[in-house]
């Protein structure tokens, strides 16, 4: 079987459970032989983070450890420019070859927002996209992803067999964590425990991120 990879794009500021199980649960429902969490050097959709590019990318590493099939991937970060999803497939597309399939994983919220995105239309000819629900979501989705999910999507993850071209909307086990949240409870002196690995809570209080 070719070589099956998932990539999560995004801020990581910071990484947490919400990102760590969904990424985890994908893996196993998709057989996945690597997934790669990819912190985004300058979001072009969003506010600046509030930690640094070095420290997002250390706190990937210090929350994926030794897990097994997780690597971060700093191919965005070591762009002087701003990370467009669609270069990124691109360029992991140049480096991996026509014969990999591979998935891009973005939370409902994301997806909703794809319209907004560079050259947008074009990224099912490079990857798959799997679709997370997370509790909280809100967004309407428009009309022209309404069109693509009727054309585009599979129901079940043993139908995921192309190499770009599906989507696939995945339940993950609920867990309503933003990063917004967790620097909000920093920012007021409150302990976001449990909400993330303790080793990227020690990392942000070494370095007092996301104090006010
Ligand atoms: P912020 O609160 O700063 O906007 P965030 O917690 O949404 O950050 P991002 O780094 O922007 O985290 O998210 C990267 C990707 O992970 C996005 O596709 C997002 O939808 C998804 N994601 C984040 N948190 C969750 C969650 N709790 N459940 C499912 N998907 C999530």
Same mark, same amino acid.
């Given at each position: 079987?070719? !070589?099956?990879? /998932?990539?999560? /794009? /995004? ?8 990102? +760590?199980?969904?990424?985890? %649960? ?12 990819? &912190? ?21 590493? +210090? ?7 997780? +690597?971060? =991937?700093?191919? %965005? ?12 497939? %691109? ?12 998935? +891009? ?36 989705? &428009? %009309? ?11 129901? =079940? ?5 192309? !190499? ?18 967790? !620097?909000?409870?920093?920012?007021? /002196? ?7 690995? =303790? ?14």
């Amino acid at each position: 079987m070719n !070589r099956r990879i /998932g990539l999560l /794009g /995004g801020t990581f500021d910071p990484v947490h459970y919400g990102h +760590l199980r969904g990424a985890l %649960e994908v893996r196993d429902s998709l057989q996945l032989d690597e997934l790669r969490l990819i &912190p985004s050097a300058r979001p072009p959709h969003r506010d600046q983070p509030g930690a640094t590019a070095a420290q997002r990318l250390d706190m990937v590493r +210090l929350a994926i450890g030794e897990h097994s099939g997780f +690597l971060v =991937d700093d191919c %965005e970060l070591r762009r002087d420019r701003p990370s467009y999803t669609v270069e990124t497939l %691109e360029s992991l597309r140049d480096e991996l070859g026509n014969t990999v399939t591979l998935f +891009l994983i973005l939370g409902w919220d994301a997806f909703c927002g794809l319209p907004g995105w560079h050259r947008w239309d074009e990224l099912l000819e490079l990857a798959n996209l799997v679709v997370l629900q997370r509790p909280e979501q809100n967004q309407d989705l &428009p %009309e022209v992803l309404k069109d693509l999910l009727a054309a585009r999507s599979i129901s =079940d993850p043993r139908q995921a067999d192309a !190499r770009h071209g599906q989507i696939l909307c995945l339940s993950q086990t609920p867990l309503a964590i933003s990063a917004t949240h967790i !620097r909000s409870l920093v920012a007021a /002196g409150q302990s976001p425990r449990f909400l993330l690995p =303790d080793a990227v809570l020690d990392y942000i209080e070494t370095n007092g991120l996301y104090r006010p």
